[in-house]
Each structure stands twice: as structure tokens, then as C-alpha cells.
Nanobody, 123 residues
Framework: QVQLVESGGGLVQAGGSLRLSCAAS????????MGWFRQAPGKEREIVAA????????YYADSVKGRFTISRDNAKNTVYLQMNSLKPEDTAVYYC????????????????WGQGTQVAVSS
């Protein structure tokens, strides 16, 4: 059974930083593309960043380019999202997502979801 467990969310002031972590279990981690999505109240869930199974390619939504960095440590079965220069509009529940490696790492169907972690940015 595949499990994705996020951690690292919280409340931070605008301009601050947070690092989210997502630990995977129940599957060979390198067979998964990983990503982070977010959903703000009243809005649809949107992709924030994605990374291929071997970590060789990354993707970022325009709204976070230059501020967020996705990375992974396959030895630790963990993917990270470093969030810098946070803005109030980054406030959302952030979800870790995994896609089988045969899918497109940016747009393919998500096969597994984490439970989500709340990020709140105050102005």
C-alpha cells in the first residue's frame, strides 16, 4: 500500500520561508514522478511543481518560479518543496502527489495523493 505523508506546513509571515517534505512508503520511490499541488479556499487544485523519477527534470508553475524549489532524495524516499519569499496568495493546503513513471511528469494522471498540509502566509 502506497502512502505519502506530508510535513512542514505552518504559519509564516510574508517574505518568509518554509520547507515541505513528503515521505513515501510502499513502493520503489524511483518509479514515481513526484509533484506538489495546492488548493486555496474556493479555488481548484493546481500544480505547483513536479520532478521526474530520477530528479533530472523539474517543472514549476509560473506563479512560483524563482521562489520555490522542488527536490528529491531517492535514498530517503522523500520529496521536498523549499518555499522562499512567500506571499499571502501562497496560502493553501499543499498536497504531495505521485505518478507512475510511465506518465508525463507534469500533466499525467496522479496515482497517489498525500493528505495535505496547511500553509498560511500572513501579510
Amino acid at each position: 500500500q502506497v502512502q505519502l505523508v506530508e510535513s512542514g506546513g505552518g504559519l509564516v509571515q510574508a517574505g518568509g520561508s518554509l520547507r515541505l517534505s513528503c515521505a513515501a512508503s510502499g513502493i520503489t520511490f524511483g518509479t514515481l514522478h513526484m509533484g506538489w499541488f495546492r488548493q486555496a479556499p474556493g479555488k481548484e487544485r493546481e500544480i505547483v511543481a513536479a520532478i521526474t523519477g530520477n530528479g533530472g527534470n523539474t517543472y514549476y508553475a509560473d506563479s512560483v518560479k524563482g521562489r520555490f524549489t522542488i527536490s528529491r532524495d531517492n535514498a530517503k524516499n522523500t520529496v521536498y518543496l523549499q518555499m522562499n519569499s512567500l506571499k499571502p496568495e501562497d496560502t493553501a493546503v499543499y498536497y504531495c502527489a505521485a505518478r507512475y513513471i510511465v506518465r508525463d511528469f507534469r500533466t499525467g494522471q496522479v496515482d497517489f495523493w498525500g493528505q495535505g498540509t496547511q500553509v498560511a502566509v500572513s501579510s
